[in-house]
């Protein structure tokens, strides 16, 4: 720690609500620490192309509420390269950044590792991202928003299913993690999630058509994780029109309104403790490490572990909405 005069802070991946309050937490943390702060436009594609400016306390004003990133964010192929992560480094070496806290998800953190080991750099990541996919975390950065947001959604939507007694598949993100969908589906009373953690197990569609809406149901609200294995919302209704043509489907793909807008304040307040704690970890010499949340106590988890490992589904919630959907 004693040789860490200078944080880089970026983010980088796909956006999520709160990340503005994390690059304020860990600006305003470092500086109260005595750490000089710069701030890293367009994430790993930034930090080759050297946008990056000092940020003091005034950088980081007004921006707590709101969405998406003022860092910018970028997906980098050069960095991909151990060409690009030279150049990288070097960057890092002509502006004295002694250490980076990276804002991001997956394939963020996996960049991290990677930069961190080549070059022996302190780096600590904050789990951003909406899916909530990262191992050793409960929750990350703008998940809580990202519901919020789907359930809002799906309550407007309801009321043209009903009207129109109709069956509606509404696909949410989620790639290769169903949290949004399984989660959603419960907050937004809808009939069933169609999730990828379980697509080998059972057939979800049927499960669905058997067990809910050809017995009791004259409309339905089905999320579907955005997932290759599942089709999305539109491989389902095309199964529906091909298997139970009788039944009215209509598909509806909520995107990239799930991203955006203002934090929530979970979200708020979950980011401002990461964005400190980012700090404390850098101060107690850890390295190569993701701040993580358990049991509302801050962790630290080796970056190896959070993305190598797969974070598993709550089979408890699938039960319940079984039950609540009847």
């Given at each position: 720690?004693?040789d860490?005069k200078?944080?880089g802070?970026?983010?980088s991946?796909?956006d999520?609500?709160?990340?503005?309050?994390?690059i304020?937490a860990?600006?305003?943390?470092?500086?109260y620490?005595?750490?000089?702060?710069k701030?890293?436009?367009?994430?790993?594609?930034?930090?080759?192309?050297?946008e990056?400016?000092e940020?003091?306390?005034?950088?980081v004003?007004?921006?707590?509420?709101q969405?998406?990133t003022i860092?910018?964010?970028?997906?980098?192929q050069?960095?991909?390269?151990?060409?690009?992560?030279q150049i990288?480094h070097?960057?890092?070496?002509?502006?004295?950044?002694d250490?980076?806290?990276?804002?991001?998800g997956?394939?963020?953190?996996t960049?991290a590792?990677?930069?961190?080991q080549?070059?022996?750099?302190p780096?600590?990541?904050?789990?951003?991202?909406i899916?909530?996919?990262?191992f050793g975390t409960?929750?990350?950065?703008?998940y809580?928003?990202?519901l919020?947001?789907?359930?809002?959604?799906?309550d407007?939507?309801r009321?043209?299913?009903?009207?129109?007694?109709r069956?509606f598949?509404?696909e949410?993100?989620?790639?290769?993690?169903?949290f949004?969908?399984l989660?959603?589906?419960?907050a937004?009373?809808?009939?069933?999630?169609?999730?990828?953690?379980i697509?080998t197990e059972?057939?979800?569609l049927?499960e669905?058509?058997?067990?809910?809406?050809?017995?009791?149901?004259?409309?339905?609200?089905?999320l579907?994780?955005e997932?290759?294995?599942?089709?999305?919302?539109?491989g389902?209704a095309?199964?529906?029109?091909?298997?139970?043509p009788q039944y009215?489907?209509?598909?509806?793909?909520?995107?990239?309104?799930?991203r955006?807008?203002?934090?929530?304040a979970y979200d708020?307040?979950?980011?401002s403790r990461?964005?400190?704690?980012?700090?404390?970890?850098?101060?107690?010499?850890?390295?190569?490490?993701m701040?993580?949340?358990?049991?509302d106590?801050i962790?630290y988890?080796?970056?190896?572990?959070?993305i190598?490992?797969?974070k598993?589904?709550?089979?408890?919630l699938?039960?319940?909405?079984?039950?609540?959907s009847?």
């Amino acid at each position: 720690m004693a040789d860490i005069k200078c944080v880089g802070i970026l983010t980088s991946g796909g956006d999520a609500p709160g990340m503005n309050a994390a690059i304020r937490a860990v600006t305003r943390s470092a500086i109260y620490n005595g750490f000089q702060v710069k701030g890293i436009y367009r994430g790993y594609k930034g930090l080759i192309s050297n946008e990056i400016i000092e940020f003091r306390t005034n950088n980081v004003s007004n921006i707590i509420q709101q969405g998406g990133t003022i860092l910018k964010t970028a997906r980098s192929q050069e960095f991909m390269t151990p060409e690009g992560r030279q150049i990288a480094h070097k960057t890092m070496l002509q502006e004295g950044i002694d250490a980076l806290v990276v804002i991001g998800g997956d394939g963020s953190l996996t960049g991290a590792r990677i930069f961190a080991q080549e070059y022996d750099i302190p780096v600590v990541g904050i789990p951003g991202t909406i899916d909530n996919d990262l191992f050793g975390t409960d929750t990350t950065i703008g998940y809580d928003t990202a519901l919020n947001t789907i359930m809002q959604a799906v309550d407007k939507i309801r009321d043209t299913a009903t009207s129109h007694e109709r069956l509606f598949f509404i696909e949410v993100m989620g790639r290769d993690a169903g949290f949004l969908a399984l989660n959603g589906a419960i907050a937004s009373g809808s009939e069933a999630a169609i999730i990828p953690e379980i697509f080998t197990e059972v057939d979800q569609l049927e499960e669905l058509i058997n067990n809910g809406f050809r017995k009791s149901k004259n409309s339905s609200i089905v999320l579907v994780a955005e997932s290759e294995l599942t089709g999305g919302a539109m491989g389902m209704a095309e199964r529906v029109k091909k298997e139970y043509p009788q039944y009215d489907v209509r598909v509806t793909i909520l995107g990239h309104i799930q991203r955006g807008g203002s934090p929530s304040a979970y979200d708020r307040i979950l980011a401002s403790r990461m964005g400190a704690a980012a700090i404390d970890a850098l101060m107690d010499d850890q390295r190569n490490v993701m701040i993580g949340i358990q049991n509302d106590q801050i962790v630290y988890i080796p970056f190896v572990k959070a993305i190598k490992n797969h974070k598993p589904i709550n089979r408890d919630l699938l039960n319940t909405l079984r039950i609540l959907s009847i």
